[in-house]
């Protein structure tokens, strides 16, 4: 079992920042894919950003140039750097892992851990 436990959500203008951290215990954090997925009201879930266990970085076109994820695996935490963000970044954040047995993947339905989730709406 991995736990995750998101942090770092809140209330912004456009064009500004914030980041989240994802916090993992339970089991080694090096052996799992981890991604950012968000999810705004009404709407399916939504592939952000990934960090595949061979240290491969992926991102949502729609964020790519303004957001940066990375990973410390010596603290078993993940970030989510957001600038420039826009209003229609607005969404619930949420962190995800996999195990590396398996394949990358961008595809919410192959996770297997999430977190809670952090709310982050960003005013125009």
């Known amino acids: 079992q991995v736990q995750l436990v998101e942090s770092g959500g809140g209330l912004v203008q456009a064009g500004g920042s914030l980041r989240l951290s994802c916090a993992a215990s339970?089991?080694?954090?090096?052996?799992?894919?981890m991604a950012w997925f968000r999810q705004a009201p009404g709407t399916e879930r939504q592939f952000v950003a990934a960090?595949?266990?061979?240290?491969?970085?992926v991102y949502a076109d729609s964020v790519k140039g303004r957001f940066n994820m990375s990973r410390d695996n010596a603290k078993n935490t993940q970030y989510l750097q957001m600038n420039s963000l826009k209003p229609e970044d607005t969404a619930v954040y949420y962190c995800?892992?996999?195990?590396?047995?398996?394949?990358?993947?961008?595809?919410?339905?192959?996770?297997?851990?999430w977190g809670q989730g952090t709310q982050v709406t960003v005013s125009s």
């Open positions: 995800a892992a996999l195990s590396n047995r398996y394949r990358s993947t961008k595809d919410p339905r192959d996770y297997d851990y």
């Open positions: 339970g089991r080694t954090f090096s052996n799992y894919h």
């Open positions: 960090s595949f266990s061979d240290s491969t970085l």
